[in-house]
């Protein structure tokens, strides 16, 4: 079965023209991959409807802007893979 | 339509809440400064107000569905077709639906018919934010009674 972290790659690597073997999950989206915020929308979009997810990316932000959270939390890929498989659990709880 | 104010449609012919969508109508002048230049002798209606013409519709659904609480600004256009020309005159109904609402930002697919033919389309991206301004917000508010936006819905 392919992991949420591959998935997520493949989206990554097909949404913003990123060779897919370049992401890892230490892979830092923003500061690593060079991902803005327009082109993470699509990523977001993307995540959304393959996951059946809607990522909180409002909360998340607020969260990093008010000093609550870090960005590494979020947007390094291994820690989004989490944060997607906590989603889909919840949705499905 | 009154192109120098970017006033691109006219009014609101139907809110489909449910389904997510919207109708809206709008007539090109037949006089405008832009046709002086686009072009001369050959005036057409610019692909970027068509383009236009089909956020602002975008925009009016969204923020019907987001109970005029929140506004949506433009972010990406994507496959954006024009399809036929748009001249002086022309009556344009504008179709658009929701593609997907996400966290802060909404997708719409957009269509612009002259005569019931497809004129143009594209796939539109918006961010959306709590009125970031009260002014911003009172010139919705009066832009809505003009194109005939539910007014119970204005103010919740």
């Given at each position: 079965m392919t992991s949420t972290f591959d998935r997520v790659a493949t989206i990554i690597a097909e949404t913003c023209d990123i060779p897919r073997e370049t992401i890892t999950p230490e892979s830092h989206a923003i500061d690593d991959l060079g991902i803005d915020s327009l082109d993470?929308?699509?990523?977001?979009?993307?995540?959304?409807?393959?996951?059946?997810i809607k990522l909180p990316l409002e909360k998340w932000t607020q969260e990093v802007n008010d000093g609550k959270a870090t960005t590494e939390q979020y947007f390094v890929?291994?820690?989004l893979a989490a944060r997607i498989d906590e989603l889909v659990a919840a949705k499905g709880a | 339509m009154n192109l120098e104010y970017f006033h691109l449609i006219d009014r609101i012919a139907e809110l489909r809440l449910a389904d997510r969508s919207i109708t809206v109508e709008a007539r090109?002048?037949?006089?405008?400064?832009?046709f002086e230049g686009h072009f001369p002798g050959y005036p057409l209606?610019?692909?970027?107000l068509l383009i236009e013409t089909m956020a602002q519709s975008s925009g009016w659904l969204l923020i019907a569905l987001m109970q005029f609480q929140r506004m949506p600004f433009l972010a990406a256009v994507k496959e954006?077709?024009?399809?036929?020309?748009?001249?002086?005159?022309e009556l344009l109904s504008i179709d658009v639906s929701v593609v997907h609402e996400g966290s802060g930002f909404t997708m719409t697919e957009a269509k612009i018919k002259s005569?019931?033919?497809?004129?143009c389309n594209a796939t539109l991206t918006f961010r959306h934010v709590?009125?970031?301004?009260?002014d911003l917000r009172g010139h919705?508010?009066?832009m809505a009674k003009q194109i005939g936006f539910p007014e119970q819905m204005i103010h919740g």
């Open positions: 993470f929308l699509d990523i977001a979009f993307a995540i959304d409807k393959a996951f059946g890929l291994k820690n | 090109v002048p037949e006089t405008s400064t832009i209606m610019p692909g970027v954006a077709k024009m399809r036929t020309f748009v001249t002086p005159g005569g019931g033919k497809l004129a709590p009125f970031p301004h009260p919705m508010e009066t």
